[in-house]
């Protein structure tokens, strides 16, 4: 804020200056008219240039990061997960309550989802949007007496109103582990 305060200044005494060399003729109120309008057009430029390369309408925001607030076992298939606990929801496209997230504008966005299962244990799960399968993750601890983690991540065009969620995939979603699971998405443009 100073630095672009100071940067006008600057603008506004060296623009004067070099006006009154070229136009001694013009009073002072028509000089600072010029300077406005160039501060102005600068201004604009900014503008036009922040929203190039952002990429994205500012106004559209949107992410997500939530994590699993208690283990969850024997879900049935198609079953919806339900993360619950709220780290970040900029936009308001995550329900915790129901674990759908509804796409608000048409958009690419990414979502990243993790699962956490106990040794002996296995926890499969598919990523769904508008209730068709896109993707599936699997963590696996059969015969195993460590915990095992998985995560998978997919990038969608979506339109507005699109619902997408993680699910339990047919019998296999035995044991998903608490707090080290996770579901999180943003609006990539």
């Known amino acids: 804020m100073r630095a672009?305060?100071?940067?006008?200044?600057?603008?506004f005494v060296f623009s004067a200056r070099a006006l009154e060399k070229k136009c001694d003729k013009l009073s002072t109120k028509e000089l600072l008219?010029?300077?406005k309008n160039r501060v102005d057009e600068m201004e604009q430029r900014k503008n036009e240039q922040n929203c190039k390369c952002s990429g994205t309408d500012q106004?559209?925001?949107v992410a997500f990061h939530v994590n699993l607030g208690s283990d969850i076992r024997n879900l049935k298939p198609k079953a919806v997960v339900i993360f619950d606990q709220v780290v970040l929801n900029i936009g308001?496209?995550?329900n915790p309550s129901n674990g759908l997230f509804t796409c608000p504008d048409d958009g690419v966005y990414s979502f990243t989802w993790t699962a956490l299962t106990s040794p002996n244990n296995s926890f499969e799960s598919d990523f769904v949007v508008n209730g068709k399968v896109v993707a599936g993750n699997r963590a696996s601890a059969y015969?195993?007496?460590e915990y095992q983690?998985?995560?998978k991540a997919v990038v969608l065009e979506l339109k507005k109103g699109d619902v997408a969620n993680v699910a339990a995939h047919g019998h296999y979603a035995k044991h998903i582990f608490h707090f080290w699971s996770s579901y999180s998405g943003f609006r990539i443009f």
């Open 4 to 11: 672009t305060a100071s940067l006008v200044i600057a603008i």
């Open 59 to 61: 106004t559209k925001k």
């Open 33 to 35: 008219e010029i300077v």
């Open 92 to 94: 308001k496209a995550y």
């Open 143 to 145: 015969n195993d007496k």
């Open 149 to 151: 983690p998985a995560t």
